[in-house]
């Protein structure tokens, strides 16, 4: 157990709302990832972080912003939710052993309507 | 570009019925590779890390072996809690985007009937 939560677990919003999903850590690792996962497709990179304030995208990052304020939170935000973005979302740290082996989080999934 | 392809899609199996799944990779520099166990519902469970040809690794009833172009998760006497959806992903220097992102593929689903 990577000691990983994400909030809410579950959500359904409209099209043009705001959302934002949380990842939190226990363990103050410095490298945090946010995916998304769809049927068809393997999990795909949206943002990471490399540590508080320093963030990069990843692969499907366009849609998304991300924040991190603290070490143990890492935000992902969808300013202007669209059916695309309907998926589940997973938070992973990396606790660097080795290559970057990565832990997972439970997952939230988000509809779009 | 790196890319991950798993196969089979989707495996059904008797309980003790012995087989492998495969995963072929293309990569610049392969960094690691890695397994992951995911129950509906739930995140990816990582199983191993592979970092170069020649390597094995063992866990109760899996085994996942790496060459330079592909890797294997052999799954040996298979009971029915076996039943899941096995992900593989690399990690390289262009992994999805950024250094530090894992690439995936889609996974097998693999069924283990009593």
């Known amino acids: 157990d990577a000691g990983i939560t994400q909030s809410p677990r579950h959500k359904v919003t409209e099209t043009g709302t705001p959302v934002t999903l949380r990842c939190h850590q226990t363990e103050n690792h410095r490298y945090m990832y946010w995916y998304r996962q769809d049927p068809g497709h393997g999990l795909r990179l949206i943002h990471y972080?490399?540590?508080?304030?320093?963030?990069d995208k990843g692969e499907v990052s366009d849609g998304y912003s991300v924040s991190r304020s603290k070490t143990e939170d890492f935000l992902l935000t969808l300013e202007s939710a669209t059916s695309s973005q309907t998926s589940v979302y997973f938070c992973?740290?990396?606790?660097?052993?080795?290559?970057?082996?990565?832990?997972f989080g439970p997952g939230t999934r988000l509809t779009v309507l | 570009e790196d890319q991950v392809t798993q196969s089979p899609e989707a495996l059904r199996l008797q309980e003790g019925e012995s087989s492998s799944l495969n995963c072929s990779y293309t990569v610049s520099g392969l960094r690691g590779l890695f397994w992951y166990r995911q129950d509906p519902g739930k995140g990816p469970e990582f199983l191993f890390t592979l970092y170069s040809a020649g390597e094995e690794k063992e866990k109760e009833r899996l085994k996942a072996t790496l060459t330079k172009k592909e890797s294997f998760l052999h799954i040996t006497a298979p009971k029915p809690e076996d039943s899941a959806t096995y992900l593989c992903a690399v990690l390289s220097g262009g992994s999805g985007g950024g250094a530090d992102g894992l690439t995936f593929g889609k996974g097998t689903h693999l069924i283990i009937q009593p």
């Open positions: 972080s490399y540590g508080v304030k320093d963030t």
């Open positions: 992973a740290i990396s606790v660097r052993q080795g290559p970057d082996t990565q832990y």
